[in-house]
């Protein structure tokens, strides 16, 4: 959910008037409260690291390029600065477009992912690394529950993805539907997209990372961000004291920090102590 586009701002806009009305709209608060505690129910399990070698899964010492996915509305500003910095270390990144407004099915944009991993898999790549933020971390579990993504993909790093869905766009699904487009009604909690890709189960999927914010206006709750399977983590949990907000996740120094310590060759494990800034 790129800070600028027209779709975000928007949305942003109009989930200000719609938290007041949440109150009143007791499905959708149902529904959150649901995906929260079902997310702090797998807390406790995380794993600190993933060090063994999934059965097909791509050699961890064999770099590839890089693929990052925009969020909701597909505003790459904040990405492509990402991606300037991982390719300063000596990597190869390219960031996506996504079709049309950013605005459309995730399910497409998980097939143009598909189609770019698939590319640089037939010239040669011994793997990818993908990164998706916000609603492209949603795009990049469609692309691993639905693509054998296990078998392409190196790692993966999520930066604020709902993957149980997000109460700003239950909101706006109940109350606004005119604001709300396929991207959005799909990340409502309990969505028939979301409830196809086995968020619980945490099995079959490439060894991840999830990143997230505890202050995050736009994924709420934050905690939608906990994968099981995943080394999941807020920032905050290193950084106590560090306000990052969603819009700030891609560009924060801390976060770039810990992006590429995870793109790195050593087992992908929770981040350790970095310049909390």
């Known amino acids: 959910m790129e800070r600028g586009s027209r779709g975000t701002r928007r949305w942003l806009g109009a989930g200000v008037g719609l938290l007041a009305a949440i109150a009143v709209t007791g499905s959708v608060v149902a ?37 990052l996915v925009p969020g909701y509305g ?8 990402l991606a300037s910095r991982i390719r300063a270390s000596g990597r ?16 497409a944009d998980a097939a143009l992912l598909n189609a770019a991993v698939n590319r640089a898999l037939t010239k040669g790549a011994p793997s990818v690394d993908v990164i998706g933020y916000s609603a492209g971390g949603v795009v990049a579990l469609i692309w691993a529950r639905r693509d054998d993504g296990a078998a392409k993909a190196r790692r993966v790093i999520t930066l604020g993805a709902p993957f149980h869905g997000t109460q700003l766009a239950a909101a706006a699904a109940a109350l606004l539907p005119g604001e709300c487009p396929a991207a959005c009604r799909q990340l409502v909690p309990g969505s028939a997209l979301l409830s196809s890709l086995a968020v619980a189960r945490a099995t079959g999927l490439p060894r991840w990372l999830s990143l997230w914010t505890t202050n995050d206006e736009v994924v709420m709750p934050p905690t939608s961000a906990r994968l099981p399977g995943a080394i999941d983590e807020p920032v905050q949990a290193v950084c ?15 976060v770039v920090a810990m992006v590429l310590a995870a793109l790195g060759r050593t087992p992908l494990a929770r981040p350790a102590a970095v310049d909390c800034r």
């Open 74 to 81: 597909g505003g790459t500003g904040s990405l492509d600065s």
């Open 240 to 254: 106590p004291a560090l306000t990052v907000s969603h819009s700030q996740l891609p560009a924060s120094p801390t």
């Open 92 to 107: 190869q990144a390219r960031v996506l477009h996504l079709p049309g407004s950013g605005t459309g099915s995730l399910v």
């Open 31 to 67: 529904a959150v409260q649901t995906g929260s505690q079902h997310g702090h129910s797998q807390h406790g399990h995380r794993p600190a690291s993933h060090d063994a070698a999934g059965p097909g899964g791509p050699a961890q010492d064999r770099l590839g390029p890089v693929l």
